[in-house]
Nanobody
Framework: QVQLVESGGGLVQAGGSLKLSCAAS????????MGWFRQAPGREREFVAT????????NYADSVKGRFTISRDNAKNILYLQMNSLKPEDTAVYYC?????????????????WGQGTQVTVSS
């Protein structure tokens, strides 16, 4: 079993920054790809970013490319999402997820384990 716990969300003004963390336990963290997704009220869960187990390969949604950076510390079992130049449309609950196949998919159904989410609110 895997436990994923997100933290770092909060309220920030447009143009500001936040750094999300996702602490993993229960499996060998460095073996699997990880991803960040988000879900705004009334909308489907959408892909944000993903990173291969080695940390050397990443992929981003077009809406966050150049503003967000995904990274991981395999020694500490922590996944990060640095979010800069935040916009009101970035407001959502952000979830981290683990993919046991290490495919770095953009599809939520390819991920096997999920955290409980952390709220990010960007005010205009």
């Amino acid at each position: 079993q895997v436990q994923l716990v997100e933290s770092g969300g909060g309220l920030v003004q447009a143009g500001g920054s936040l750094k999300l963390s996702c602490a993993a336990s229960g499996r060998t963290f460095s073996t699997y790809a990880m991803g960040w997704f988000r879900q705004a009220p009334g909308r489907e869960r959408e892909f944000v970013a993903t990173i291969r187990r080695s940390g050397l390969l990443t992929n981003y949604a077009d809406s966050v490319k150049g503003r967000f950076t995904i990274s991981r510390d395999n020694a500490k079992n922590i996944l990060y999402l640095q979010m800069n130049s935040l916009k009101p449309e970035d407001t959502a609950v952000y979830y981290c997820a683990l993919d046991t196949s290490d495919v770095i998919s953009t599809k939520p159904w390819d991920y096997d384990y999920w955290g409980q989410g952390t709220q990010v609110t960007v005010s205009s």
